[in-house]
């Protein structure tokens, strides 16, 4: 039987480019519209049920009532009004202790809604043959806990469903993760991984979903969506929501790019009022969905080649990943600290 597979939604009330519609963060309905999107498309392809990989929620161990019940809103009409079972995986930032378990994982409060909630241990779907294990903290436990669940069983028509971080999956990021070939090597029929933001069929059969949209300047570049998976095929389908894109500069060629999405641009100006008209020139006559300038005054410019916009460009990804990522940082204040300094990085390339 066909299903679809989502992970890292990240539901949470976005301050960036986002607004209050009533008592709702826009972003946050911009995520809720697109799981629904996806769930419709699944349920008319033919998919019984919609399986997430871990990462339901964004703020690790706490979840702002306003993102928590339009959520369970959601959940209950999939699940009750579109006719998908549903089963959610603990990723680490659903989840309030460094491993799963049931008292810490936010994802819960949705159980009452009809899906399944997979927080405690290793859990099989025998009607879509998917075996599915919660985050682990530890690499290695995690990597015993599969060993454990194979067993001397075969499990080549078994699909693995896990949250943990993965090699090769995003470009440029160096490797702390779980060997891709690892993953290959246990032998089963297809392996689906979230944690990363990037859909990459990283060795045959062994996937890394993706996250359902793009969350902030970190996702630039990568293939956000939902699958849909058959006995014979996955199929990616791109994210309708708005994307993350980063321009050097604004051409004709690139109105498509530029529609709908949050656009970071760098442009050379004389004034800092140029700044403003930029903005208003991506929004309201190139239909971005918001607009960032980052200003380079035209007589302070250094001559800049490729390697060194190339530098510049590492450190920006490599800021918003460690932001992501620290532990010490509040999750409600990490895409401010982002912005902040990726606006300090700007003032001072442009002043020098």
Same mark, same amino acid.
Request: with cysteine; proline share 4%.
């Given at each position: 039987?066909?299903?679809?597979?989502?992970?890292?939604?990240? !539901?949470?009330?976005?301050?960036?480019?986002?607004?209050?519609?009533?008592?709702?963060?826009?972003?946050?309905?911009?995520?809720?519209?697109? $799981?629904?999107?996806?769930?419709?498309?699944?349920?008319?392809?033919?998919?019984?049920?919609?399986?997430?990989?871990?990462?339901?929620?964004?703020?690790?161990?706490? *979840?702002?009532?306003?993102? #928590?019940?339009?959520?369970?809103?959601? !959940? +209950?009409?999939?699940?009750?009004?579109?006719?998908?079972?549903?089963?959610?995986?603990?990723?680490?930032?659903?989840? =309030?202790?460094?491993?799963?378990? @049931?008292?810490?994982?936010?994802?819960?409060?949705?159980?009452? $809604?009809?899906?399944?909630?997979?927080?405690?241990?290793? /859990?099989? %779907?025998? %009607?879509?043959?998917?075996?599915?294990?919660?985050?682990? &903290?530890?690499?290695?436990?995690?990597?015993?806990?599969?060993?454990?669940?194979?067993?001397?069983?075969?499990?080549?028509?078994?699909?693995?469903?896990?949250?943990?971080?993965?090699? =090769?999956?995003?470009?440029? #990021?160096? %490797?702390?993760?779980?060997?891709?070939?690892?993953?290959?090597? /246990?032998?089963?029929?297809?392996?689906?991984?979230?944690? !990363?933001?990037?859909?990459?069929?990283? @060795?045959?059969?062994?996937?890394? *979903?993706?996250?359902?949209?793009?969350?902030?300047?970190?996702?630039?570049?990568?293939?956000?969506?939902?699958?849909?998976?058959?006995?014979?095929?996955?199929?990616?389908?791109?994210?309708?929501?708005?994307?993350?894109?980063?321009?050097?500069?604004?051409?004709? +060629?690139?109105? %498509? @790019?530029?529609?709908?999405?949050?656009?970071?641009?760098?442009?050379?100006?004389?004034?800092?009022? =140029?700044?403003?008209?930029?903005?208003?020139?991506?929004?309201?006559?190139?239909?971005? &969905?918001?607009?960032?300038?980052?200003?380079?005054?035209?007589?302070?410019?250094? $001559?800049?080649?490729?390697?060194?916009?190339?530098?510049?460009?590492?450190?920006?990804?490599?800021?918003?990943?460690? *932001?992501?990522?620290?532990?010490?940082?509040?999750?409600?204040?990490?895409?401010?600290?982002?912005?902040?300094?990726?606006?300090?990085?700007? =003032?001072?390339?442009?002043?020098?």
């Amino acid at each position: 039987m066909p299903y679809g597979v989502i992970s890292d939604s990240h !539901y949470h009330s976005f301050s960036a480019f986002a607004k209050q519609n009533g008592h709702i963060n826009s972003r946050l309905q911009i995520m809720i519209d697109e $799981t629904r999107r996806a769930a419709i498309h699944m349920k008319e392809a033919g998919c019984t049920a919609m399986f997430h990989c871990g990462d339901i929620f964004h703020v690790r161990g706490r *979840v702002a009532p306003s993102v #928590l019940n339009p959520v369970v809103d959601l !959940y +209950d009409e999939i699940v009750n009004d579109i006719g998908l079972k549903v089963f959610l995986l603990a990723g680490n930032h659903d989840l =309030e202790f460094e491993d799963s378990n @049931r008292i810490g994982n936010s994802g819960e409060a949705l159980r009452h $809604t009809g899906v399944t909630v997979v927080s405690d241990g290793p /859990f099989v %779907d025998f %009607d879509h043959n998917v075996l599915m294990i919660p985050w682990h &903290a530890k690499q290695k436990a995690l990597l015993e806990t599969i060993e454990r669940q194979i067993d001397d069983d075969s499990v080549e028509d078994v699909t693995l469903m896990i949250h943990a971080p993965v090699n =090769e999956i995003i470009p440029g #990021l160096p %490797d702390h993760g779980i060997d891709p070939d690892v993953l290959a090597g /246990f032998g089963f029929q297809r392996v689906f991984v979230g944690h !990363y933001h990037n859909h990459k069929e990283v @060795r045959p059969g062994v996937f890394s *979903v993706g996250a359902l949209t793009h969350q902030n300047w970190g996702d630039v570049g990568s293939r956000a969506g939902y699958l849909i998976v058959s006995d014979n095929e996955v199929r990616h389908h791109e994210t309708n929501a708005p994307k993350f894109i980063d321009m050097e500069s604004v051409e004709e +060629d690139d109105l %498509d @790019r530029i529609a709908g999405n949050y656009v970071r641009a760098r442009i050379e100006i004389e004034d800092e009022k =140029e700044v403003q008209t930029f903005r208003d020139m991506l929004v309201n006559e190139l239909n971005a &969905a918001a607009a960032l300038i980052m200003p380079l005054r035209k007589d302070k410019l250094i $001559t800049r080649k490729g390697a060194a916009k190339t530098s510049l460009d590492r450190l920006e990804d490599s800021i918003t990943h460690f *932001v992501n990522e620290s532990a010490s940082i509040p999750e409600d204040l990490k895409d401010d600290v982002s912005s902040a300094v990726l606006s300090t990085l700007a =003032e001072i390339d442009h002043a020098v």
